[in-house]
Nanobody, 117 residues
Framework: QVHLVESGGGLVQAGGSLRLSCLAS????????AGWYRQAPGKQRDLVAT???????NYSDSVKGRFTISRDNAKNTVYLQMSSLKPEDTAVYYC???????????WGQGTQVTVSS
């Protein structure tokens, strides 16, 4: 059982920045893939960015060039640095992880990001 706890969400004006953190209950290097998804009201949960164990990254087109995913192995933490935020980035952001030893997906409880215009 992998526990993921997000933090760092909040209210920010358009053009501003936020950094989300996701603390995992075990080594982040145990994860084949870790990353972030988001869900806006009335919409499906969509991929934002992922990072594989070997360092490959994947970003949705809507955030490329504005968001950066990274990790701190010593802290078992995955980050999402968000810059040039837009109102359409408003959503609940969920941390995601899939361990290398399991086919199961794990999710955090979510953190709200609200971007005002």
């Amino acid at each position: 059982q992998v526990h993921l706890v997000e933090s760092g969400g909040g209210l920010v004006q358009a053009g501003g920045s936020l950094r989300l953190s996701c603390l995992a209950s075990e080594s982040i290097l145990n994860m084949h893939t870790a990353g972030w998804y988001r869900q806006a009201p009335g919409k499906q949960r969509d991929l934002v960015a992922t990072l594989t164990k070997v360092g490959f990254t994947n970003y949705s087109d809507s955030v490329k060039g504005r968001f950066t995913i990274s990790r701190d192995n010593a802290k078992n933490t995955v980050y999402l640095q968000m810059s040039s935020l837009k109102p359409e980035d408003t959503a609940v952001y969920y941390c995601y992880a899939k361990p290398s030893y399991s086919g199961r997906d794990y999710w955090g409880q979510g953190t709200q990001v609200t971007v005002s215009s």
